[in-house]
């Protein structure tokens, strides 16, 4: 079977995982032997978690931070009572908060400050009990209000939980749809009592958000879509219904094992593609189990 393969240049882990994955590196290379913990898995992605495990990085929950060791905190960041228990328990911490998230939680206590005495409030666009998203309410002591799509919107609304009289701003997750985001904006901006209190921060990463017109366009281009993802990836489920929307023959897989032969036709022209927790090692692995379909 006669296959093209192109690898999405764009593809593979945004500057937060990479900063976040080099740190972890660099600590278990310079300390032989001692491990190193990560507050929640350090990437979306079963099979660099595997490789990451092999040199030494170890996964616990806030629940189970170890006393006395050395705690990552992941580019997802942490709400402060995180950093409060590690203090508690003597523990050397890594700080690898990707400095855009780190800059959303900044604005968001800024917002809150501002909000509080006039009775406004934070409406935060994500993903209910994702990492970052649970940094972000931590921040305020959870007083927000988080949505995940505008049929929860709707349910907010038709509960009462959103008091359109008055200021309201809104966030977005920084890796979710800028679609998406635009959506809830208008449905928030068309019931306000007074819309110039609406105030709508762009707080989608930068990175994340000129990658979706750009997938689109490559899904477009090719005749199958092979998107490799970890099946937790919340930017994964993102850009992999993005390529299915715009080529549907669209396929995700967690590992090359996973390909089907089925799903090629001779003279395909095959794209390779993956989420910002996807590694660039295992886009490649992908192309070249693909290749010998040949």
Not at 44 to 53: F, P, S
Not at 190 to 196: G, N
Not at 232 to 261: H, M
Request: aromatic share 6%; glycine share 10%.
């Amino acid at each position: 079977m006669a296959l093209q393969v192109e690898i999405d240049p764009r593809s593979g882990f945004c500057g937060g995982v990479i900063r976040a994955i080099s740190k972890a590196e660099e600590f278990l290379e310079a300390h032989p032997g001692e491990p190193l913990y990560s507050v929640g898995a350090i990437v979306h992605n079963e099979a660099e978690l595997e490789r990451l495990e092999g040199k030494g990085l170890r996964t616990v929950s806030k629940d189970s931070m170890p006393a006395g060791q050395t705690l990552l905190i992941r580019a997802h960041g942490e709400p402060p009572a995180t950093y409060a228990q590690a203090r508690e328990l003597g523990c050397r911490v890594i700080d690898c908060t990707c400095p855009v998230v780190l800059q959303l939680q900044g604005i968001i206590r800024e917002a809150y400050a501002r909000l509080k005495p006039l009775g406004g409030q934070i409406v935060i666009f994500g993903k209910i009990g994702h990492a970052e998203v649970l940094g972000l309410e931590g921040q305020v002591d959870g007083d927000v209000l988080v949505v995940e799509n505008e049929a929860m919107l709707d349910e907010a609304i038709a509960a009462g939980r959103i008091d359109f009289s008055k200021p309201i701003e809104v966030f977005s997750q920084t890796t979710k749809s800028p679609s998406g985001y635009a959506a809830i904006c208008s449905r928030l901006l068309e019931r306000m009592v007074r819309p110039e209190e609406l105030r709508v921060h762009d707080t989608i990463c930068r990175q994340v958000a000129s990658r979706h017109a750009q997938l689109a366009d490559f899904a477009r281009r090719h005749d199958v879509i092979i998107f490799v993802s970890g099946r937790q990836s919340s930017n994964g489920k993102v850009l992999f219904d993005l390529c299915r929307g715009a080529n549907a023959r669209t396929w995700q897989i967690g590992s090359p094992d996973e390909l089907r032969a089925e799903w090629f036709r001779d003279g395909d022209r095959v794209g390779v593609c993956g989420a910002t927790s996807t590694p660039k090692w295992l886009l490649e692995d992908v192309a070249q189990k693909i290749l010998q379909e040949k």
